[in-house]
Every structure is written in C-alpha cells, then in structure tokens.
C-alpha cells in the first residue's frame, strides 16, 4: 500500500512539474500581443507616429522575430518570449488586415 501511494506521490509532482511546460494549447497571440506590444503599437497595431512605432498589422512570424533581433527597443520583450509566444504574436499579427 505504501509504494502503491509513493508511486502516485511520485507521478503527481512529475505532472506538476512536466505540465505546465507542454504546449498543448495554442498560446493566444492577441492577448500576447494586447500584453507586450500594445502599449507602444496601439491595441488595433495601427502604429503610434508619436512613439515612433510602426504599424504592425498584416507582420509575419519573421517579422515579429527580426524586430526583436533588431531593434535595442524590444530587447526586454524578446527575453520574456518564448519561440511559441513569438510565432503566436506573428500569426495574430498576420491575420488582421
């Protein structure tokens, strides 16, 4: 009985630790995008000529990417994403037109 119950002690804090790691859900890209990027590109990502910051609607995947390699101003942003969250942003991104 007792290994019965560390063998599901055992499994439960490898769940724990494993699951919120998988990527089985598709990580939602608009509210990525409304939380790292809006402040500066607007919610609707029309741009903010104030800001200097471009329009981003209709921007790929390798868009997003480039300007995070590229610009010193998206440093702090491109450390806190993953390489799924980017894609995420990438495809919100490209689908407003």
Same mark, same amino acid.
């Given at each position: 009985?007792?290994? $019965?119950?560390? $063998?599901?002690?055992? /499994? +439960? $804090? $490898?769940?724990?630790?494993?699951?919120?790691?998988? @990527?089985?859900?598709?990580? =939602?890209? +608009?509210?990525?995008?409304?939380?790292?990027?809006? +402040?500066?590109? %607007?919610? =609707?990502?029309?741009?903010?000529?104030?800001?200097?910051?471009?329009?981003?609607?209709?921007? &790929?995947?390798? =868009?997003? %990417? %480039?300007?995070?390699? &590229? @610009?010193? %101003?998206?440093?702090?942003?491109?450390?806190? /994403? &993953?390489?799924?969250?980017?894609?995420?942003?990438? =495809?919100? /991104?490209? @689908?407003?037109?």
């Amino acid at each position: 009985m007792t290994k $019965l119950a560390a $063998l599901v002690a055992g /499994l +439960a $804090l $490898l769940l724990f630790v494993a699951l919120p790691n998988l @990527s089985w859900a598709a990580e =939602d890209g +608009a509210a990525l995008y409304k939380a790292n990027c809006a +402040a500066c590109h %607007k919610a =609707d990502a029309s741009g903010n000529p104030a800001m200097k910051a471009p329009a981003v609607k209709g921007k &790929t995947e390798a =868009d997003v %990417k %480039k300007a995070f390699e &590229t @610009s010193p %101003k998206h440093a702090a942003v491109a450390k806190k /994403l &993953t390489p799924e969250q980017v894609k995420a942003i990438g =495809d919100y /991104l490209s @689908s407003l037109k």
